[in-house]
């Protein structure tokens, strides 16, 4: 593995806002990892050891009410577009095409992505990593959808959502597939290396877009044995004293309010969510083994991080770069009852898991930092107004200078937020694989599938939804379902659809054979 250099970042601030005007057109670095919790970062609460972040967000600003769309594709569409996830055709996965408006399984030609407007605003663009927003079916033949035809002028990673980090399939370079790697390859340090040979060839009086988009820590749990060996005392303790010891840091933080108490979310389990002392001797072992090596692959990621600062900072560039740092969704209680108890301790405080639009599996840490450290107004501080990926596209063209209002974008520039000044409150929605969402102030309205009631929750004094108030506040709970219903409808969104997994594929493929992603 390469080691990486920390270099804290400690000088005196200046208004981002400002900032982005003094440089003119800023270079932008846009990271995004995988399945990563609420709370993993050491500077969100988690004893994960994760230097380069941490310095990051106390040179900059985190969000501490940040929201995803709860799942891989989705996700990126939304951080790729600027639209909400199922306008641009990527409700649900790239699994399948199934020919409905919402549902095509790749973003939509028509929408220019992040990628094409700022390289329409002069940058050179960039992107190394996880692509997933192409329909599965149409690797091995461009069709219109290859990140090097959606905008970015040089591409290194897998189109797919998983793999092996040791030998991920398929990977390109370019449209090019890459067939073969070295013995001593290892994914995430590999997208580093691509993306600071970008960085390297890159002209140096242009300005840049870059898009590393991490695979880890999503599953499968790799990490070379010395890595974890690093991380496993630390689990030996369980996951009750550790969810509890992440939750004070997160008070001491201030990322989550204080004078609260930690929720236990019995109901995600049925009712019986064990104690780690309930555990046999084998299981406990297995899940400090599993926890440990989670850990491992989240800071050899910040890492690379700290590789890629160094690489900026060499080229001259990081004074006049933008760093932001998030992951997809929350963590996932796949993996059978230990891989639940894993992702109960990366998503502290908060309810429920990925793929599901409670909580916890809409949260995601957020952090922007001017890579110096000098330009930042709140330097270190956390910025809690409710914000959502449909924000980072308008928050990349302010910092490029480019008009993009009228255009119908669901989200807002956070540069006044990063600043320390306030955006616009807005109503903030959700749906994938029928757990549906609505934010709207202090109140939220959510199910975990089409077949359940809605819940009503006062995120103001019950931010972990363990209290449904629907029955108390039966007119809220009905303005909130109608505000849903309108952009469900406006949005491609209808009709849910409840098949499973397997079933759903089988179903759509069986309709339209042809799945290669052509219309």
Request: hydrophobic share 35%; with cysteine; glycine share 10%.
């Amino acid at each position: 593995m390469k080691k990486s250099v920390f270099f804290p970042l400690l000088f005196a601030p200046l208004p981002l806002h400002l900032a982005a005007q003094e440089a003119q057109r800023p270079h932008v670095v846009l990271i995004m990892c995988d399945d990563m919790g609420f709370s993993d970062l050491g500077c969100y609460g988690g004893e994960v050891r994760t230097p380069h972040l941490d310095s990051l967000a106390m040179a900059g600003v985190r969000f501490s009410q940040f929201k995803n769309t709860g799942r891989s594709c989705p996700s990126r569409a939304a951080l790729l577009t600027g639209h909400w996830q199922h306008e641009v055709g990527m409700g649900w996965m790239t699994a399948v095409d199934e020919h409905r408006p919402g549902y095509r399984g790749q973003i939509a030609g028509g929408v220019p992505t992040i990628a094409e407007r700022m390289r329409g605003a002069g940058y050179r663009t960039y992107m190394s990593g996880k692509w997933h927003v192409t329909v599965e079916g149409a690797f091995d033949a461009p069709n219109g959808s290859y990140p090097t035809e959606r905008g970015f002028d040089r591409y290194y990673g897998s189109l797919s959502g998983g793999g092996s980090y040791y030998a991920p399939r398929p990977l390109y370079s370019g449209v090019q597939r890459v067939d073969s790697v070295p013995d001593d390859y290892y994914y995430t340090t590999a997208l580093t290396d691509s993306a600071i040979a970008f960085i390297n060839a890159h002209p140096a009086d242009e300005p840049m877009f870059l898009y590393v988009a991490h695979f880890a820590p999503h599953l499968p749990l790799q990490a070379p044995r010395d890595r974890v060996g690093r991380c496993i005392d630390r689990y030996r303790a369980g996951y009750d004293v550790l969810r509890r010891q992440r939750f004070e840091r997160q008070q001491r933080l201030g990322i989550v309010p204080p004078g609260m108490e930690l929720p236990t979310h019995q109901r995600e389990w049925g009712g019986d969510r064990p104690a780690w002392d309930d555990l046999t001797e084998a299981q406990q072992r297995q899940w400090t083994e599993d926890m440990a090596t989670y850990a491992a692959m989240i800071e050899i990621m910040d890492d690379e991080v700290g590789r890629l600062i160094d690489a900026l900072r060499r080229k001259g560039m990081l004074d006049d770069t933008v760093l932001m740092f998030l992951s997809d969704n929350g963590a996932t209680n796949e993996g059978g009852r230990l891989g639940q108890l894993m992702a109960d301790l990366s998503n502290t405080p908060y309810r429920s898991y990925k793929q599901w639009c409670f909580q916890g599996g809409t949260s995601t840490p957020f952090i922007v930092a001017w890579g110096d450290g000098r330009r930042n107004t709140m330097r270190g501080q956390i910025c809690r107004q409710p914000a959502h990926l449909v924000d980072i596209v308008p928050t990349c063209l302010d910092l490029a200078g480019v008009e993009w209002g009228g255009e119908g974008l669901p989200g807002m520039s956070l540069l006044p937020a990063i600043g320390g000044g306030r955006v616009e409150e807005r109503t903030l929605f959700f749906e994938h694989q029928g757990s549906c969402a609505v934010i709207s102030g202090q109140w939220k309205l959510v199910r975990p599938d089409r077949h359940s009631p809605w819940e009503l929750i006062d995120l103001d004094t019950d931010p972990f939804e363990t209290q449904d108030l629907s029955q108390e506040y039966p007119a809220k709970a009905a303005e909130l379902e109608r505000m849903w219903d309108e952009w469900a409808h406006r949005c491609n969104v209808l009709p849910l659809e409840d098949k499973p997994w397997t079933e759903r594929i089988n179903y759509y493929k069986g309709l339209y054979p042809d799945q290669d992603g052509r219309e």
